[in-house]
């Protein structure tokens, strides 16, 4: 009888312990899933920085350009 006692406590236990254990891994995997989702928000402020940038530098260019062009103009007399 003390032996399917001590056996229930150890099935217990076990049970218990598995328990813990799957949380820790259900918090790790969350905490994973957060970092994760971290990194692709900054990736994704940092990917549209860098259009906003490529954006003013085509703007700018095109400023440039337009007033090539109108000097262009005044020098034909047009």
């Known amino acids: 009888r003390d032996i399917d006692r001590t056996e229930r406590k150890d099935s217990e236990l076990e049970r218990v312990r598995k328990k813990e254990r799957d949380g820790e891994l ?4 969350e905490r994973r899933r957060v970092r994760e989702s971290e990194k692709e928000r900054e990736r994704r402020r940092v990917r549209e920085r860098e259009r906003e940038r490529r954006r003013v530098r085509e703007s700018e260019k095109e400023r440039e350009r337009g007033g090539e062009l109108e000097r262009n103009k005044k020098k034909r007399g047009d």
């Open 26 to 29: 259900v918090r790790k995997k």
